[in-house]
C-alpha cells in the first residue's frame, strides 16, 4: 500500500495532519508512524521531526492533567470498596450470630462489590493506558472483570426479586427459567467483557495494513459483536427486574396501611438500577454502527488536556455507590436466637434461600 502521501506530510506539518479536521482515512487501510502511547519527537517542534523516531510519551504531553485524572477516578473508586469490606463484615457477623451456615445475598453483593471497587481502583491508576503502568491488554482484562462483577450483582437482586414474588407459601425457589436464564447471562458477561474485551486486541483480526504499530487498536467488529450481546442481556435483565421489582413492592404494600421502609428501599433500588442498566444498555448500542467492519485507533493527543470526563468510568463508580447505599445493613447483634432469625440484613431480600 502507499503511504507516501502520509509520510510526505508528516515531514511538513507532523502534529498538524494528524490533528486537522481534514485528515479523515479509514482505519482499514492507514498505519500509524509510530505505536500507541508513542509519537515522532517532532510533535512538539516540527524541526525535530525525524521519520522513525518514536520518543514522545503521551504521558510526557498531558503531565499533570492525567495524573490528577487517575487520582480522581482510583479515589473514587477506593471509598465504596472501603464501604463494602466494613458492610460485609457487619453482615457476616449477623449471619453468624443468628446461627446461619448459608451465605446470605448481602455477603455475596458486597463481596462482589469489593472486588468490582478494588479492580475500578487499580485500573484507574492509569485510566486510558498512557502511562506504562497498565498495559492495554491487562487493562481491558480488569474493566471486562469490573463490568461483569456489576452484572452479577444485578442478576443476584432480580433474581432474589423472582424468587420471592415467584414462591408460594413459605418455601422459597427459583424459577427454572430463572436458572437457565443466569447461567446464560454468567456466561455472556464474564466471557463477553473479560475474555472478548481481550481478544478484540489480537492484530490478526485486523486487516494486514492495520497490523503494523497496531498496539491500542481493536476489532471493531468483533467490540461490536460483544457489544450487542451485552446490551441484549442487560435489556433483558432491566425489563425483568423492572417488572418483578415493582411487583415487589405492590406485595408488601398490599398487607399494610401504606408503604413499608422495606418496600420503599425495594423501589428505590429498582427504579435507580433500571435507569443505571438502561443507560449502560445504550452505551453498548449507540457505537455498534459505527464499528462494525471497521478498526479502532486510540485517538491522537491533539490537546493537550488528558480529558477529564470518562464516562465508563463514572458509570461504573455510580453504581458501585449505589450498590453500598441501597444496602446498608444494620449493626451487628451479639444476641439473638438463630431459631428465630433467617435473615442476614434488615432489608427483604436476605431469604436464606438466596440464589
Known sequence: MNTSKWAKAFAIDYKGTLCSDDFEVDNDIFIRDCPFPTLNKGWRNQADYEEGDCSVQYKDLYGSSYTTKCMFYSLIAFIPFCFSLHYLNIVHKNRIAKGSKSINLMEKLFGLNALFTVVLTISGIDIDSVSGIIGIIPHA???????????????????????????????????????????????????????????????????????????????????????????????????????????????????????????????????????????????????????????????????????????????????????????????????????KSVSGTTTVSTSSSDP
Open 141 to 339: 482484562a480488569l474493566v471486562g472483570i469490573g463490568i461483569a462483577c456489576v452484572c452479577t450483582v444485578l442478576c443476584l437482586l432480580v433474581g432474589t426479586w423472582v424468587t420471592i414474588l415467584s414462591s408460594k407459601g413459605k418455601v422459597q425457589t427459583q424459577p427454572d427459567w430463572l436458572k437457565k436464564a443466569t447461567k446464560v447471562s454468567f456466561f455472556v458477561f464474564y466471557i463477553g467483557e473479560a475474555v472478548f474485551g481481550c481478544v478484540e486486541y489480537i492484530p490478526g483480526l485486523l486487516p494486514a495494513p492495520a497490523q503494523i504499530n497496531s498496539y491500542g487498536s481493536f476489532s471493531g467488529t468483533c467490540n461490536a459483536v460483544k457489544n450487542g450481546l451485552m446490551g441484549v442481556m442487560l435489556l433483558f435483565w432491566m425489563g425483568v427486574g423492572l417488572k418483578f421489582g415493582l411487583g415487589v413492592t405492590s406485595k408488601l404494600e398490599s398487607g399494610s396501611a401504606g408503604p413499608s421502609k422495606e418496600a420503599k428501599k425495594i423501589a428505590f433500588m429498582c427504579k435507580t438500577m433500571s435507569v443505571a442498566i438502561f443507560v449502560g444498555a445504550s452505551y453498548k448500542f449507540i457505537f455498534i454502527p459505527f464499528r462494525m467492519g471497521k478498526v479502532v485507533v486510540m485517538d491522537y493527543p491533539c490537546s493537550e488536556d488528558a480529558g477529564f470526563v470518562s464516562i465508563v468510568g463514572l458509570l461504573l463508580t455510580f453504581i458501585s455507590y449505589l450498590v453500598v447505599l441501597a444496602n446498608k445493613p444494620g449493626s451487628p447483634k451479639a444476641k439473638v436466637n438463630p431459631q
